[in-house]
């Protein structure tokens, strides 16, 4: 796809994590307070006189505040939004100043359930507050303030980041001129909350859980991460795109009668679940999960999702893809009804592409051009 | 799905009687929006507040280049999406005669909002006629540029077919023009006229 108006695409290069200490107590909406905290955050790009071209992106369920970029000290640590971002990518760095952060009760640096508790000494562990989206984007406003950032040009995500950029567009509304919210749900629907609850019976019960509290034990519940991983995953693809990738094929050229790997796909699987458990915590994945669930600005508006969505100002892209059925296009529609009801400028685009809900991290043309033309609009208007 | 994607705004000779039926600051819903060149015109000179709808990819691209609201949806599956009277107009240009569910179509338009405006190719037009009674041929025109076994359009009727269709399903015709080759056509428009633009309305 010959990028329009931009310069080849390539990389932003080698990046560099940085941590902002506040000490500002955070009220969170389940009433608890953390007094202190850092967040640890990645930028990209210039941030103009104005100030007037930050984009902050907003990160999912396993993923954090390395966007796009690599680390030079570890080539292959390229950002989970690459392809995405960078000089004449479809989020253009030459353009626009972007911001990754990692989200409180996270495990990549910012204040999480494995940090340090400076009232114990030792890590918050089960005690660290369960967080909610709009936790999340305040704390993220916070770290907009100290970077001198008034307004945001854009917010973006995908999944649950894309419920954070929505939740901007309540929360903050003078704060964000457009909204970017891709694979999205305006909530969560019971089934999906019976995967989440799966996800965490497998962390919980697994016997080196230790009631969240398994620092102090020298272990992790690495077996219910695992599985937690594994039953996450099955959501991201769709059926076709399994049977696509893995089909029926075997690791070996038969059959073994037992109950050991047979198929590619369990072997995937199990990969997958064994990457996962070394790097993620236990923890950080039952608060994800929890804010994943309790996330329903409808609810205070007597679940009428057009008056939760009254106080936004920004302009909207909305993008679902139709083999994605955890967060399926008729949920992103609920999205544009409730925006197309409050008369809000927003462009929805179902993407047509096969890889089900991970396809947003994807690079289809047909997604990447959209995004694309939609972001160099917003420079025109900078 | 429609003639529409190629063509310029100059060539569009119905977007100027569209424009001047839309009050300013209204709500526009516009069905089959194609690169949404309407939908800016409106914009620019009646203010209006538009979305468009279009089920091609390429065409939904081409609206978000022009900074138009679009919505992806297929027409086919109505617009059951929309509530009863929340737009101000809804417009059909040059798409019904690529519908399949013609008749559905327009009655949801008429549901959705307040007005609704439709535009279409005449094939009454006299030329046409002889094509078909004379050659023995489809008529291929250039409001009708296509031969018919590459021809989007499914449904092709006259002016008089079109008012005998508002007559029996309830439907109020407000206004109409009726144009050939950019310009009004007053008499005998079933004959003269090369493309009907009506402002429509339930009884």
């Given at each position: 796809m010959a990028p329009e108006g931009n310069a080849a695409p390539r990389s932003v290069g080698a990046v560099k994590p940085q941590i902002l200490h506040f000490d500002q107590p955070l009220r969170f909406k389940s009433g608890t307070t953390l007094d202190a905290y850092d967040l640890v955050y990645e930028t990209y790009g210039r941030l103009n006189a104005a100030k007037s071209n930050a984009v902050l992106?907003?990160?999912?369920?396993?993923?954090?505040?390395?966007?796009?970029?690599?680390?030079?000290?570890?080539?292959?640590?390229?950002?989970?939004?690459?392809?995405?971002?960078?000089?004449?990518?479809?989020?253009?760095?030459?353009?626009?100043?972007?911001?990754?952060?990692?989200?409180?009760?996270?495990?990549?640096?910012?204040?999480?359930?494995?940090?340090?508790?400076?009232?114990?000494?030792?890590?918050?562990?089960?005690?660290?507050?369960?967080?909610?989206?709009?936790?999340?984007?305040?704390?993220?406003?916070?770290?907009?303030?100290?970077?001198?950032?008034?307004?945001?040009?854009?917010?973006?995500?995908?999944?649950?980041?894309?419920?954070?950029?929505?939740?901007?567009?309540?929360?903050?509304?003078?704060?964000?001129?457009?909204?970017?919210?891709?694979?999205?749900?305006?909530?969560?629907?019971?089934q999906n909350i019976a995967f989440n609850e799966v996800a965490r019976q497998a962390i919980t019960t697994d016997p080196d859980f230790h009631g969240g509290d398994y620092y102090g034990h020298g272990v992790v519940p690495r077996r219910g991460l695992r599985l937690a991983r594994m039953i996450g995953h099955i959501t991201y693809l769709s059926d076709d795109a399994m049977m696509e990738k893995f089909g029926r094929s075997l690791r070996s050229d038969s059959i073994k009668f037992h109950f050991d790997v047979d198929f590619e796909i369990e072997s995937y699987l199990r990969h997958q679940g064994d990457k996962f458990s070394e790097y993620f915590d236990a923890n950080t994945y039952l608060l994800i999960t929890r804010a994943l669930d309790y996330f329903d600005p409808a609810a205070e508006h007597g679940d009428d999702l057009s008056k939760a969505l009254t106080p936004a100002k920004a302009r909207f892209l909305v993008v679902s893809f139709t083999s994605d059925w955890r967060f399926a296009p008729p949920r992103s529609r609920e999205i544009v009804k409730a925006l197309l009801d409050n008369r809000r400028d927003v462009s929805y685009a179902e993407i047509d592409a096969p890889h089900g809900h991970d396809a947003f991290l994807l690079e289809d043309p047909r997604y990447h051009a959209l995004v694309r033309a939609y972001f160099n609009g917003i420079s025109a208007r900078l | 799905m429609n003639g529409r994607e190629q063509v310029t705004l100059s060539e569009r000779s119905d977007f100027q009687a569209i424009a001047a039926w839309i009050k300013p600051d209204s709500s526009v819903l516009d069905l089959g929006c194609g690169d949404g060149v309407l939908l800016k015109y409106l914009r620019q000179t009646r203010d209006a507040r538009g979305y468009g709808i279009d089920i091609d990819d390429a065409n939904v691209l081409a609206c978000v280049k022009n900074g138009v609201n679009v919505i992806q949806s297929d027409l086919e599956r109505g617009l059951a999406g929309f509530d009863a009277g929340s737009f101000d107009c809804v417009i059909l240009s040059q798409t019904l005669q690529a519908v399949r569910r013609t008749e559905e179509i327009v009655l949801d338009m008429l549901r959705v909002g307040r007005e609704a405006i439709v535009s279409f190719p005449n094939f009454g037009r006299w030329d046409l006629r002889l094509q078909i009674a004379l050659g023995g041929r489809m008529p291929v025109s250039p409001d009708l540029p296509y031969q018919w076994y590459n021809t989007p359009n499914v449904h092709l009727f006259t002016i008089a077919d079109f008012e005998s269709f508002c007559a029996s399903h309830g439907i109020r015709v407000l206004e109409r023009v009726v144009l050939h080759g950019g310009r009004p056509v007053t008499t005998l428009v079933n004959i003269f006229g090369s493309l009907a633009v009506y402002r429509i309305q339930k009884s």
């Open positions: 992106v907003c990160h999912a369920l396993n993923a954090a505040h390395h966007v796009a970029g690599y680390y030079a000290d570890a080539p292959d640590n390229v950002g989970w939004w690459d392809n995405m971002i960078g000089p004449g990518k479809p989020l253009d760095t030459e353009k626009f100043f972007v911001v990754g952060v990692n989200n409180l009760g996270g495990c990549f640096g910012s204040t999480g359930p494995k940090s340090v508790n400076p009232a114990t000494g030792k890590p918050y562990g089960s005690s660290f507050p369960v967080v909610t989206v709009e936790d999340w984007v305040n704390a993220q406003a916070r770290l907009a303030d100290r970077l001198g950032i008034a307004s945001f040009a854009a917010v973006m995500g995908g999944s649950l980041g894309a419920m954070q950029a929505l939740q901007w567009t309540i929360s903050y509304p003078d704060r964000i001129r457009n909204a970017v919210v891709v694979a999205a749900a305006p909530k969560l629907s019971a | -």
